[in-house]
């Protein structure tokens, strides 16, 4: 991979131009602002979210193992009285009424979309054979569907995830493609990477603030505890962890989160969330440390193929990610930058990774 620096100076000015268009154009952030109403600005707001993992943002740059994620979700406004604002045919609302989450009393509910990608390379990309003892060249495209519930100290998440593992992921293409741009080594082991195969998993999750002690427009803290379960093709096992958030002017939501389903949990949860705070008050900064340790009965990712054979490696059934980072708050946007220490996920595997996680979102 090119340098961090030398990619850094290419994406800034980027980042900054659009930051810069949205903040001058979108309406909220022009004076002060007319009260939403009796539902109040987070109930009525969507929440849009950019998630970028790849060690280019770490400390180490070696772009092996889990090489890069990008993820984009939005996750929609309280649909508490969704009766009210989706016309929907007599049928549908029986149907409805059957789904977890939307029925729950004195709940928000809300609803999550997500597109991504990840893809997956062993450590020498130079070498056009099977390498047999590292982990197999794969990569996924997925759409998430996700159901919310919260109350201000509680977050179920049940997500579905549909998409296909393989060549028609297209990860080889992006990877290539993004290599060749930047003038990096263009991998060439793809040949040997997992076989189509479409992929379907559930995910059902919950976060809890444990402790919490934050007022709007000073300094807080607060502790989150989630446990979930995956079953399916691309991942069944059960995660369970927590992370600590300290500093000035705490978002009120459940946290920032790798890219995983059941990660969407930066929607603000009510209005003294600082970014419905007066304008020139929605500024905020925080710092977190986390932890999530999973248990893992089938990666598809280590353990090859479902239906066919494939280059598979012996995967260990405990993984851990050890979590550091800093959060802001400008407005209405919320930008995290984590830092990941992941222990090893396979027998054979050299050495622990380390990678870097940006995400971006943006409350409208």
Not at 93 to 114: A, C, E, Q, W
Not at 166 to 185: F, K, L, P, T
Not at 225 to 252: D, S, Y
Request: proline share 5%.
């Amino acid at each position: 991979m090119i340098a961090p620096p030398k990619l850094m100076n290419r994406l800034l000015p980027s980042v900054a131009l659009i930051l810069t268009v949205l903040i001058i154009s979108c309406p909220s952030f022009a004076g002060n602002q007319e009260p939403a109403g009796e539902e109040g600005w987070a109930r009525s707001s969507d929440t849009l979210t950019l998630y970028l993992e790849n060690d280019l943002f770490g400390f180490e740059n070696k772009d092996r193992y889990y090489t890069h994620g990008t993820k984009l979700s939005w996750i929609s406004r309280d649909l508490t009285n969704y009766r009210d604002i989706l016309r929907l045919p007599q049928w549908m609302h029986r149907l409805v009424d059957r789904m977890p989450y939307i029925n729950d009393p004195g709940s928000l509910r809300t609803v999550s979309v997500s597109l991504g990608q990840n893809i997956y390379t062993p450590e020498d990309k130079k070498r056009r054979e099977l390498i047999r003892n590292d982990r197999p060249y794969a990569g996924i495209s997925y759409l998430g569907l996700g159901l919310q519930s919260k109350t201000p100290l509680r977050m179920d998440i049940l997500e579905l995830a549909v998409g296909i593992v393989g060549r028609h992921s297209y990860a080889q293409d992006c990877q290539v493609a993004i290599h060749r741009r930047i003038g990096s080594v263009k991998p060439q082991g793809w040949s040997n990477q997992l076989h189509d195969e479409p992929v379907l998993n559930m995910y059902l999750e919950r976060k809890r603030k444990l402790l919490q002690n934050r007022t709007s427009g000073g300094p807080g803290f607060d502790v989150i505890h989630h446990l979930g379960v995956a079953a399916g093709n691309v991942f069944t096992g059960v995660n369970i962890g927590g992370q600590a958030r300290f500093g000035w002017n705490l978002p009120n939501d459940f946290g920032t989160y790798l890219i995983r389903p059941g990660s969407d949990s930066s929607a603000p949860l009510d209005d003294t969330d600082p970014r419905f705070n007066l304008p020139m008050r929605r500024l905020g900064i925080h710092m977190f440390l986390a932890v999530d340790g999973k248990a893992v009965a089938r990666n598809i990712f280590l353990d090859g193929n479902t239906f066919r054979d494939s280059h598979s490696v012996d995967k260990k059934p405990l993984v851990a990610d050890l979590i550091g980072g800093v959060g802001i708050i400008i407005h209405r946007f919320k930008i995290t930058y984590s830092y990941v220490f992941r222990t090893k996920e396979f027998s054979g595997q050299q050495s622990d990774q380390q990678f870097g996680a940006l995400s971006f979102s943006f409350t409208f």
